[in-house]
């Protein structure tokens, strides 16, 4: 078993995720087999999703009849077979991060398999996710009707994670992709690190949270 606790990246997708797992991936956290997405134009210069959790827990949801975007979210059963799954592809000396939407359908596994997880909630105006999610060729097909509901169930347990108790930060995301010195040193002290400002300004541009 992994004897580091994960990093867990937990907010709607086209919140700046990408962007927050790929600066924490360059100063050294483990995001493992992840690929680049298909649609040029959108950080298709970085995988940031492990794609064997990600599976993980698309073969949990199979079973429970769950069909991604739809809501309310299903519920899961014993996380400990999960666990060990999940635990089958990470590191055991090395931190590691969990990105994707999976970290708040599922929040109860992640809260009763890792309670001393730390969990970052990247913000962004639901407006501005909305629009962003209708540049995006893979998700512009939903209703707005639809993706609204989708944003508020991901927010709704958002909260519950908070509720619970879990080690939690807020990332302010279009301050993060200014480079706001406040925002990336509350980052970094939150998660026991040193920025490196070089890795910093090489990784966020101005313009990564228009694609």
Request: aromatic share 12%.
């Amino acid at each position: 078993m992994s004897r580091q606790n994960p990093i867990l990246i937990a907010a709607p997708p086209r919140s700046g995720t990408t962007m927050l797992a790929g600066l924490l991936h360059k100063h050294g956290v483990w995001v493992g087999r992840a690929r680049t997405t298909m649609y040029p134009g959108t950080n298709s210069d970085f995988g940031s999703e492990n794609q064997d959790i990600k599976n993980v827990f698309q073969r949990a949801a199979k079973k429970a009849d769950y069909q991604n975007w739809t809501t309310p979210f299903p519920e899961l059963g014993s996380c400990r077979f999960l666990k060990k799954e999940v635990e089958e592809f990470v590191p055991k000396d090395q931190r590691w991060l969990v990105k994707t939407s999976w970290c708040l359908i599922y929040w109860r596994f992640w809260r009763q398999a890792y309670p001393k997880a730390r969990w970052l909630f990247p913000t962004r105006d639901t407006l501005k996710i909305v629009d962003s999610m209708n540049r995006h060729p893979g998700m512009r097909r939903h209703p707005d009707g639809e993706k609204h509901q989708y944003i508020a169930h991901l927010l709704r347990n958002a909260g519950n994670v908070i509720a619970s108790g879990a080690h939690y930060a807020y990332v302010d995301i279009e301050r993060l992709a200014d480079r706001d010195p406040e925002t990336i040193e509350a980052l970094f002290r939150f998660l026991k690190m040193k920025p490196d400002y070089k890795i910093i300004n090489e990784w966020i541009q101005p313009t990564m949270l228009n694609r």
